[in-house]
T-cell receptor, first 113, second 112 residues
Framework: GENVEQHPSTLSVQEGDSAVIKCTYS??????FPWYKQELGKGPQLIID?????GEKKDQRIAVTLNKTAKHFSLHITETQPEDSAVYFC????????????FGGGTRVLVKP | DAGITQSPRYKITETGRQVTLMCHQT?????MFWYRQDLGHGLRLIYY???????DKGEVPDGYVVSRSKTENFPLTLESATRSQTSVYFC???????????FGPGTRLLVL
């Protein structure tokens, strides 16, 4: 089955700096890649996603890039703010196979003021 | 509109007891999912359902049972709880034709 690896497991950045989280996936049939943000005591919330026919997507301060050949995708957060502190999860899905997500292990991001 | 609700939010039980975690959604989404979240493992899929009366196993189904007699409810039962089932359990939903999954607030389960 699909396997998703996520790095780093923890990331500490100074407010205003950029943060980058990287994920690799194993199944070349995966075609949907969402990123979720989880705040303490809450459920994960979708922040951005990308489909396999797109190489990059941006939404304000966050962007995701996808390299299908290398089977990796990354989340970029620019101008980080204290409210960006959370755990971030990447995931991969084969849309024709039951809409099941396989998640990476998560990255705990701490933005220091 | 509550969206997705999970109950109870916190549960302490003993080894060997049966426990049922409830998930209720108000969106009439076709798909419903149960995940468990453990440190170092991210979220792992336990069971999912594509529609009422249709369920299938995920990555870690052993020790769990699900049913879905109504579209809006997807209960997860631990028939004989074990300490290894101590975890945070999340329910999620997704509409037909969309990939986006929406997560509930979670249930923290401690098995003593």
């Amino acid at each position: 089955g699909e396997n998703v690896e996520q790095h780093p497991s923890t990331l500490s950045v100074q407010e205003g700096d950029s943060a980058v989280i990287k994920c690799t996936y194993s199944d070349s049939a995966s075609n949907y890649f969402p990123w979720y943000k989880q705040e303490l005591g809450k459920g994960p919330q979708l922040i951005i996603d990308i489909r396999s026919n797109v190489g990059e997507k941006k939404d304000q301060r966050i962007a995701v890039t996808l390299n299908k050949t290398a089977k990796h995708f990354s989340l970029h957060i620019t101008e980080t703010q204290p409210e960006d502190s959370a755990v971030y999860f990447c995931a991969a899905m084969i849309k024709a196979a039951g809409n099941k997500l396989t998640f990476g292990g998560g990255t705990r991001v701490l933005v220091k003021p | 509109d509550a969206g997705i609700t999970q109950s109870p939010r916190y549960k302490i039980t003993e080894t060997g007891r049966q426990v049922t975690l409830m998930c209720h959604q108000t969106w009439s989404h076709s798909y419903m999912f149960w995940y468990r979240q453990d440190l170092g493992h991210g979220l792992r899929l336990i069971y999912y359902s594509a529609a009422a009366d249709i369920t299938d196993k995920g990555e870690v189904p052993d020790g769990y049972v699900v049913s879905r007699s109504k579209t809006e409810n997807f209960p997860l039962t631990l028939e004989s709880a074990t300490r290894s089932q101590t975890s945070v359990y999340f329910c999620a939903t997704a509409g037909t034709g969309t990939e986006t999954q929406y997560f509930g607030p979670g249930t923290r389960l401690l098995v003593l």
